[in-house]
């Protein structure tokens, strides 16, 4: 195969009126917290997931930190969250004083609602308190999945154990933008809007980027109004400057809010892309023996941001770390997936329950280029190398 250039693991593709709405901003003068395109983003994100409310914020893990603040979570509480994750929604939940307890996997990667629901009735029990854990005496305040990698969470499980034993949920769809669900009862539903609260993420690899940035969704009023009070310096007189409460500057620009408006009118076509190398990834991978694409839960639909190869080392021949290498030194960028939360040094001493899917994917999880200007022709160059690197 002829050579071709470097195929980065996911990179950002500024097309259609960015140019026209950042110029605008420039030429306005408009490029800070004032103008109008952080309310127009907002009201975007509000049209295309249906959530009621958006606040805009100055990336995805601030959204975290402010939506587990608005739920309640205080310093020596405990919020359960998978192990298998992007660090951010862990350190949030350290940044309020509270602790994080690692929760395992399902399938698809995701917080694993059965493995939980053992958690909670055999490790907790219901006071007047609230829920307690009894290996620690904290009080477990609430339940934070995570979409990963687009993958929409089993929340109809994750909400029923949370109604039953008063746990708050904030969803971490900082991957998810534009997953939904096509059956049960959260049919047509997007990720994010589930919960209490959902945060979006902007950031250069996300499906929509503005940079950085992030939203907070939630279908209430006051939590929205709390949210964006909060992240926008706790004015409560604007003009002379009174401040009732300890406040943020967790803002979203204008400047950056203009380029996610431009970005998220392409968010459906960016789906339909991702969706389609997803499939011409999974048939030219059919044939490979020990390599098999992660699949989706049935009814839903993600956005597929993100493609997971699972690597079966005695079938495929090689291991991970050596296809990396390969597929590196023919121009292909890949990742393994990261390392698991209850064995970093920050968190080493937070409890962990029965952890054991989490470590089966994290030995074998290679995340191949997935961005959502990829061509069909640089996915069979990519499949290719995966066929000859063992
Ligand atoms: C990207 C990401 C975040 C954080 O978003 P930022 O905007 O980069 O702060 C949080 N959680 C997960 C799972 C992510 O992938």
């Given at each position: 195969?002829?050579?071709?250039?470097?195929?980065?693991?996911?990179?950002?593709?500024?097309?259609?009126?960015?140019?026209?709405?950042?110029?605008?901003?420039?030429?306005?003068?408009?490029?800070?917290?004032?103008?109008?395109?952080?309310?127009?983003?907002?009201?975007?994100?509000?049209?295309?997931t249906?959530a009621?409310?958006?606040?805009?914020?100055?990336?995805?893990?601030?959204?975290?930190?402010?939506?587990?603040?608005?739920?309640?979570?205080?310093?020596?509480?405990?919020?359960?969250?998978?192990?298998?994750?992007?660090?951010?929604?862990?350190?949030?939940?350290?940044?309020?004083?509270?602790?994080?307890?690692?929760?395992?996997?399902?399938?698809?990667?995701?917080?694993?609602?059965?493995?939980?629901?053992?958690?909670?009735?055999?490790?907790?029990?219901?006071?007047?308190?609230?829920?307690?854990?009894?290996?620690?005496?904290?009080?477990?305040?609430?339940?934070?999945?995570?979409h990963?990698?687009?993958?929409?969470?089993?929340?109809?499980?994750?909400?029923?154990?949370?109604?039953?034993?008063?746990?708050?949920?904030?969803e971490?769809a900082?991957?998810s933008l534009?997953s939904?669900?096509?059956?049960?009862?959260?049919?047509?539903?997007f990720t994010g809007t589930i919960g209490?609260?959902g945060v979006y993420?902007?950031?250069?690899?996300?499906?929509?980027?503005?940079?950085?940035?992030?939203?907070?969704v939630?279908?209430?009023?006051?939590?929205?109004?709390?949210?964006?009070?909060?992240?926008?310096?706790?004015?409560?007189?604007?003009?002379?400057?009174?401040?009732?409460?300890?406040?943020?500057?967790?803002?979203?620009?204008?400047?950056?809010?203009?380029?996610?408006?431009?970005?998220?009118?392409?968010?459906?076509?960016?789906?339909?892309?991702?969706?389609?190398?997803?499939?011409?990834?999974?048939?030219?991978?059919?044939?490979?023996?020990?390599?098999?694409?992660?699949?989706?839960?049935?009814?839903?639909?993600?956005?597929?941001?993100?493609?997971?190869?699972?690597?079966?080392?005695?079938?495929?021949?090689?291991?991970?770390?050596?296809?990396?290498?390969?597929?590196?030194?023919?121009?292909?960028?890949?990742?393994?997936?990261?390392?698991?939360?209850?064995?970093?040094?920050?968190?080493?001493?937070?409890?962990?329950?029965?952890?054991?899917?989490?470590?089966?994917?994290?030995?074998?999880?290679?995340?191949?280029?997935?961005?959502?200007?990829?061509?069909?022709?640089?996915?069979?160059?990519?499949?290719?190398?995966?066929?000859?690197?063992?």
């Amino acid at each position: 195969m002829s050579k071709q250039a470097f195929i980065p693991l996911s990179v950002p593709c500024i097309e259609g009126n960015a140019w026209k709405y950042v110029k605008e901003c420039l030429d306005t003068g408009w490029v800070s917290s004032a103008g109008k395109y952080v309310e127009i983003f907002e009201q975007k994100i509000c049209g295309y997931t249906k959530a009621k409310y958006a606040v805009a914020v100055s990336n995805g893990t601030v959204g975290l930190y402010i939506s587990l603040k608005l739920s309640g979570v205080e310093p020596g509480d405990e919020v359960l969250v998978p192990t298998l994750t992007f660090i951010a929604p862990v350190n949030a939940i350290r940044y309020l004083g509270a602790e994080p307890v690692f929760m395992d996997c399902d399938d698809f990667m995701n917080l694993d609602p059965v493995n939980m629901a053992e958690f909670v009735q055999s490790g907790c029990r219901l006071t007047k308190r609230g829920l307690i854990n009894k290996k620690t005496g904290r009080r477990v305040k609430a339940i934070l999945p995570v979409h990963i990698f687009g993958n929409p969470c089993d929340m109809q499980a994750i909400m029923g154990l949370a109604r039953k034993y008063g746990l708050k949920v904030i969803e971490d769809a900082t991957e998810s933008l534009g997953s939904s669900y096509t059956s049960g009862v959260y049919e047509n539903k997007f990720t994010g809007t589930i919960g209490d609260l959902g945060v979006y993420s902007f950031n250069g690899n996300k499906i929509v980027t503005t940079g950085s940035g992030g939203m907070i969704v939630t279908n209430d009023k006051s939590i929205a109004e709390k949210a964006k009070y909060l992240t926008t310096q706790a004015k409560d007189d604007a003009i002379r400057y009174v401040h009732n409460e300890v406040g943020y500057n967790f803002r979203l620009t204008n400047l950056l809010a203009a380029l996610g408006v431009a970005q998220i009118e392409k968010l459906p076509g960016y789906i339909k892309i991702k969706k389609a190398n997803y499939l011409e990834y999974k048939k030219r991978l059919a044939g490979i023996k020990g390599v098999t694409l992660l699949g989706t839960p049935a009814g839903t639909s993600p956005n597929y941001w993100f493609y997971s190869i699972i690597i079966d080392k005695d079938a495929y021949g090689a291991d991970r770390e050596r296809l990396m290498a390969k597929l590196e030194s023919s121009g292909i960028q890949t990742r393994p997936i990261w390392f698991l939360n209850h064995l970093q040094k920050p968190y080493s001493k937070n409890q962990a329950f029965k952890i054991e899917k989490a470590t089966w994917f994290w030995e074998r999880v290679l995340n191949v280029p997935c961005s959502s200007g990829l061509t069909k022709r640089q996915v069979a160059y990519v499949a290719a190398k995966i066929k000859s690197s063992n």
